[in-house]
């Protein structure tokens, strides 16, 4: 008899994203990170998942779990916040990790400050979730679990 491991999905928010529901409402609404994160481990639950997240202002603590992940995660979400625009550590620890990526931005990117139009994680990612707010978590994990259900049916044919 086969148990089959429960897939694990790793959701990253990077700086300043403690301060949701107080920072910025206009742009950013008003949910909470407690928000955000119950939000992406009820989708996961709903596809019999589970989602581990991580929210730090320190590119390196994100950086290490990332890296953590190989093993422990089958996929990582990750909204990097103002790292998108800056870091490539974050964008190279994501390729070298090999783990099926999406990116989530709360606000759309791309109706903002032009500063904020680039993001160094697009590359890296499969798929890039912006201005949908909360519900963008919810996509990410929609998208990861059929993706990796279909993945893990195909194989077993």
């Given amino acids: 008899m086969t148990t089959e491991r429960t897939r694990n999905l790793l959701v990253?928010?990077?700086?300043?994203?403690?301060?949701?529901?107080?920072?910025?409402?206009?742009?950013?609404?008003?949910?909470?990170?407690?928000?955000?994160?119950?939000a992406a481990v009820a989708a996961a639950e709903s596809h019999g998942w589970t989602a581990d997240c991580i929210q730090s202002n320190h590119e390196g603590d994100l950086i290490?779990?990332?890296?953590?992940?190989?093993?422990?995660?089958?996929?990582i979400?990750?909204?990097?916040?103002?790292?998108?625009?800056?870091?490539?550590?974050?964008?190279d620890a994501l390729s070298g990790v090999?783990?099926?990526v999406v990116e989530v931005h709360l606000s759309n990117i791309h109706k903002r400050e032009e500063f904020r139009h680039h993001s160094f994680v697009s590359a890296v990612a499969e798929v890039?979730?912006?201005?949908?707010?909360?519900?963008?978590?919810?996509?990410?994990?929609?998208?990861?679990?059929?993706?990796?259900?279909?993945?893990?049916?195909?194989?077993?044919r």
């Fill in 128 to 156: 890039v979730i912006c201005g949908a707010g909360i519900a963008g978590y919810r996509m990410a994990v929609d998208y990861l679990a059929a993706k990796l259900d279909a993945a893990a049916g195909s194989a077993t």
């Fill in 12 to 38: 990253l928010n990077g700086p300043n994203l403690n301060l949701l529901g107080t920072r910025e409402p206009a742009v950013y609404g008003t949910d909470t990170l407690d928000d955000v994160e119950a």
């Fill in 98 to 100: 090999g783990l099926p």
């Fill in 64 to 75: 290490d779990a990332i890296h953590g992940a190989p093993g422990l995660a089958d996929a």
């Fill in 77 to 91: 979400i990750i909204n990097p916040a103002a790292y998108s625009h800056t870091s490539v550590a974050i964008r």
